[in-house]
């Protein structure tokens, strides 16, 4: 396999940090003004041209911007049966329970050859981890992926007791009880107030795009109480706790009614 320096960027929003510690751009002008002087053996790809060229491949399985385009599964899987494309799954926001799947890969029927995960993985302690497959594994040994921080006991004891709560002790399952609340509630709101355009997403990650911007919403929320983010200019994310309760999840939707109840008619228009 031919060795390549470059960064593919998944459609439409802001994608993870990659290779050469670049940061994927919305426009391919923005991305060649901003950062090709610095990084020029980087080969920026977009999706309008397919992946037919590249030996691996990362798409951010729910975009961090728009929260719950899913990327499409037929063609990529092609591509990479055609040009022996290594596809790496980003699993560091989506995965571990957060969609209601282990990884939400397998929502989209791919099988990736290197999957990285953290975040929700140590529960707030700080750790991550790559899997690779079978196929990734027969290329590597002992020592080739070396890292300062690998190994810490406190953050495996974190990650292995947080795993043993997903896997075993409910966990998932609960997510997936509380996440098909969570969406019934948000479609009903979004039906209840013209100013909704979509509510998408999957399990306890979500996003509601508005006709308007979205900083006025997060801010009126935040002063009742709920912390939700302004991810791309007129959505609305929420990434709630896995723990949280079908009685919370009623909260902070009511919140989110009354504050779309309250803006002027003229807005959802």
Same mark, same amino acid.
């Given at each position: 396999m031919r060795r390549r320096e470059f960064l593919m960027r998944s459609c439409g929003g802001l994608g993870a940090l990659a290779f050469s !510690?670049?940061? #994927?751009?919305?426009?391919?002008? /923005?991305? %060649? +003004? &901003?950062?090709?002087?610095? /990084? $020029?053996? @980087?080969? =920026?790809? =977009?999706?309008k041209g397919g992946p037919s #060229?590249?030996?691996? =491949?990362?798409? %951010?399985?729910?975009?961090?911007?728009? &929260?719950? $385009?899913?990327?499409?599964?037929?063609?990529p899987r092609v591509a990479f049966a055609k040009t022996g494309t290594l596809l790496i799954a980003d699993e560091v926001q989506t995965g571990l329970g957060r969609t209601g799947y282990p990884f939400y890969y397998q929502a989209l029927g791919w099988a990736p050859d290197l999957v990285s995960v953290g975040k929700a993985?140590? !529960?707030?302690?700080?750790?991550?981890? /790559?899997?690779?497959?079978?196929?990734?594994a027969k290329t590597i040994s002992a020592g080739d992926h070396g890292t300062t921080y690998g190994g810490n006991l406190l953050a495996c004891r /974190?990650?292995?007791?947080?795993?043993?709560?997903? +896997?075993d002790k409910g966990l998932l399952d609960h997510v997936r009880s509380v996440s098909a609340h969570l969406e019934r509630r948000l479609r009903t709101l979004a039906l209840r107030h013209p100013v909704v355009v979509e509510v998408r997403g999957a399990g306890l990650m979500r996003g509601i795009e508005l006709k308007i911007d979205a900083t006025a919403?997060? *801010?009126? #929320?935040?002063? &009742?109480?709920l912390l939700?983010?302004?991810?791309? +200019?007129r959505v609305v994310r929420l990434l709630p706790p896995l723990t949280i309760e079908a009685a919370e999840i009623d909260d902070?939707?009511?919140?989110?009614?009354? @504050? =779309? #109840? !309250?803006?002027?008619? *003229?807005?959802?228009a």
């Open positions: !510690s670049l940061v #994927a751009c919305a426009t391919p002008q /923005a991305a %060649k +003004t &901003h950062f090709a002087p610095r /990084a $020029k053996r @980087i080969i =920026f790809l =977009f999706m #060229a590249i030996d691996t =491949f990362d798409p %951010k399985p729910l975009l961090d911007r728009d &929260h719950g $385009k899913p990327f499409p599964g037929t063609r993985l140590g !529960s707030g302690i700080p750790v991550g981890a /790559a899997l690779v497959s079978e196929r990734v /974190a990650a292995a007791y947080f795993l043993e709560q997903l +896997t919403i997060v *801010e009126h #929320a935040r002063g &009742h109480g939700v983010n302004r991810t791309a +200019t902070a939707v009511d919140i989110l009614d009354g @504050i =779309f #109840a !309250s803006l002027p008619a *003229e807005v959802g």
